[in-house]
């Protein structure tokens, strides 16, 4: 036993290596998706419209295509009359053209025939049933272009419809889908692997027995991946086992980004820093932090490797701090909505470990921060928690009435 | 041809009738689902903890279980020995109970022997190897519960740990996998099947050809009813047909809700109203209100029907304003980030239909509103919009430099 550390490395200094880490290993890819999937995903080129939006005039009401100076000075008292020469309706057109003194009955969506340069509403039209003829009286006297959506005016063919970047919300999927384009590029998500360690964790419907517990963290880590927009792949608990951990380690390389937790303590013998020592590299083994110091960090070939404390509490820290904002980034999510600082004034003395920076959770209750004193095995009470504060590395002591700072959840 | 609207109907009395159907027709399920999918699902039932957690008195440090009073008066100068009798490492317990003058060696996680009531960290102990017996000197004088997190302090058995209506977040999730439970009541969300109508849509990969478009309302509802926290299930697009498309809402009364657009307005001969009609009951059909007019609202036993316009501008508008939050509200959702209501001048004049209540899309550009003035085929448009108006029904005309409240999205 005994703690063997790399090298322990200040807060801004492990920031400054994991920044780099992912910049120079993690590459943005794209996949093609279809449209109808894309919902919330980010387009990964720039997309130009493929047709003219609408692709013919189209009536926008039902009733008739005319020549609109055969309706000019039409009224209820003074109709004009036309001889409707044909019908048509959404989904068919007609082949006949419009010669003056003619008119086409025409629905919502329909082309509008050769000829015609305008629609009057139903509305504004009787049927003449007892004439021989099929004639149309138009009351009203309409503009050309009138009720008509000319082709390309909503947008012309070639022009730029989303710019790369573009969150794909439900109006941006309907444009597309408009334009008749089933599939589309979009960022691909990194997949991150999740791999709990530990002799004390329990696999899932195994029984309880003396010295185990049940393991929280795949599903804790698999939760906040999601939300940082990671696609999690969960594996199966692994014992503090060099070989096992090892196999299951190269198992995994296919994803982006493998997350463990435990196994990075003096206690279990480093079996992860060894694991990456052999078929990789590691970067960071020990960062001056409270809770967290045994935090690892490293590659293997292309692949970031990220060890976490067993403790869910500090994984949960140690992810918030040093990796969230990470695969938000390359995974082209939102920033998180917290991350808000306010001050507050403490309602209770704040003990803090010298030489290291703690982030200590607390939970804000009438304007005043209390902290949350339980041990960092304790995820129940982790529920309690609005905020952290930090607590630099050189003070001991925060007194009761002083102004902290605290990051909002 | 000719508008049969059943009655149109004001805007409040039709959001007072949808309101009451969406109360009186959806009762909330729920369903048992494993705890590694509940991100973000709301549960649906109080919840206790099914063991204490701890579940026994854990070792907080690598280093030797002890009964704290034989560390007391020990430093560097002064160590105490103390014979230590076994080793437990996480994951596995002791048999032998610790008494005066013996200590455990331990690691972070294990299970306190019987007889000791405190650990000291392995940095304030040494082994005297030269010894013939397993002598420690312990460096340190702690306190009775140094180092140990007590069985139960994180939380007892059988206390409410998840409260009906919590939302699963990661921490929540964790907290429900160290209690060792596997599968979580969640409220279910409501599913709805989503028609396009139309003869003038082409299915996915059919060529286009003179008349015919592409159906951007499939993929755009289904986006929207996955905003509002829904799983959409989309179907063929039908043809203006009575028998194909009461085949296709009789094949889809498996879901909660239906919403069906195009086919609502006089020119297609109200095929969904006379379906409905036949099938079940039509509540609402026509509003008065632009775009939307002929927006329909139905049951079919215990099922919701919604049949929205063709276009998809006016589509939307309509899924916004009468439909959205209802389906948020039964699938447990969080209302809308949006609909925040902001006054600014409006920049270009706006010529309102009078007796109808307008929605009408604008952009905010320098603090100024511009109406959007496309017809609401124009979906392109649409996403250069940032919030509409409403007009009441008895406006006319809005004239540059007027005040008007915009609502955002």
């Not at 920044?19 to 999937?37: A, Q």
């Not at 003449?128 to 947008?155: F, M, R």
């Amino acid at each position: 036993m005994g703690t063997e550390f790399l090298k322990i490395i200040d807060v801004e200094e492990a920031k400054k290596i994991i920044r780099n880490l992912f910049k120079e290993t993690y590459k943005l890819k794209s996949e093609n998706i279809p449209v109808g999937d894309a919902y919330n995903r980010i387009v990964s080129e720039d997309i130009l419209s493929t047709i003219d939006l609408p692709i013919f005039d189209r009536a926008l009401k039902d009733g008739y295509a005319i020549k609109s100076e055969d309706s000019f000075g039409a009224n209820e008292e003074n109709p004009k009359i036309l001889n409707c020469i044909d019908k048509v309706e959404a989904g068919s057109f007609s082949k006949k053209t419009i010669k003056t003194g003619e008119c086409i009955e025409i629905s919502t969506g329909a082309p509008i025939p050769d000829g015609a340069d305008a629609v009057v509403m139903v509305e504004y039209s009787e049927k003449l049933e007892e004439s021989s003829t099929k004639d149309i009286a138009i009351l009203k006297s309409v503009p050309p272009t009138e009720d008509i959506s000319k082709k390309a005016s909503d947008i012309k063919k070639g022009k730029l419809i989303l710019r790369k970047g573009t969150i794909l919300n439900p109006v941006k999927i309907g444009i597309l889908s408009a334009q008749g384009i089933d599939d589309v590029n979009v960022f691909k998500k990194p997949i991150v692997s999740i791999i709990s360690t530990g002799n004390e964790l329990l696999n899932k419907n195994e029984k309880i027995e003396p010295g185990k517990i049940y393991d929280a963290n795949t599903n804790l880590i698999k939760g906040v991946v999601l939300a940082s927009g990671g696609i999690p792949l969960t594996k199966d608990i692994v014992k503090d086992d060099y070989n096992e951990l090892k196999m299951k380690i190269n198992g995994s390389l296919n994803s982006d980004i493998i997350i463990c937790s435990g196994g990075t303590s003096a206690g279990v013998g480093d079996i992860l820093k060894n694991v990456v020592d052999e078929i990789g590299e590691v970067l960071i083994h020990g960062i001056s932090v409270k809770p967290g110091k045994p935090t690892l960090v490293g590659k293997i070939k292309d692949k970031i490797i990220i060890g976490l404390p067993g403790n869910p509490v500090s994984a949960i820290i140690i992810y918030s701090i040093f990796i969230d904002s990470h695969i938000r980034l390359i995974s082209k999510s939102p920033e998180k909505g917290g991350n808000k600082r306010i001050n507050f004034e403490l309602a209770k003395r704040i003990h803090s470990a010298k030489g290291r920076m703690e982030y200590l959770l607390v939970q804000i209750k009438n304007d005043k921060v209390y902290p949350i004193l339980k041990d960092s095995g304790a995820i129940a009470s982790l529920s309690y928690a609005d905020a952290y504060v930090k607590i630099p590395k050189s003070v001991e002591i925060v007194d009761v009435g002083e102004i902290v700072e605290v990051i909002l959840f």
